[in-house]
């Protein structure tokens, strides 16, 4: 399948990048590569991505895009977000396909986690 014109990099704002990259790896496993302070990139995560030095927040709630990360167990999931520090905002809730949690991590960013586990 071609990659032309796909989806192919996101990019988040942060507050505390050491905080933010500690989150992400305590919670999930992720591995960073920085690129001077005010810049670190992650890869193998679904889409590549980074997160850069900002006052900023993403949040639905300002309209920004909603990241969601698939989860195998997502009771396991929630648990590793509050264990890193996340802050869940919106408790494990079903929908049509699967359930799901969202979470803000410690940079102010706000993204869930779902799967197609009904229990």
Avoid at 28 to 39: A, I, K, M, N, V
Avoid at 40 to 59: M, R, V
Avoid at 84 to 105: D, L, M, N, V, Y
């Amino acid at each position: 399948m071609s990659q032309h014109e796909k989806l192919n990099y996101v990019e988040f704002p942060a507050k505390n990048i050491p905080a933010t990259k500690q989150f992400f790896q305590k919670a999930f496993g992720w591995s960073f590569e920085d690129f001077g302070p005010e810049y670190t990139a992650f890869t193998d995560q679904g889409i590549d991505g980074g997160f850069y030095k900002s006052d900023l927040t993403s949040t639905a709630a300002n309209g920004s895009a909603l990241l969601v990360l698939l989860s195998e167990n997502l009771e396991l999931s929630l648990s590793n977000v509050e264990l890193a520090g996340g802050e869940i905002t919106k408790a494990i809730f079903s929908f049509p396909g699967g359930r799901r949690f969202h979470f803000i991590e410690p940079s102010g960013n706000e993204l869930a986690v779902w799967s197609t586990v009904s229990t």
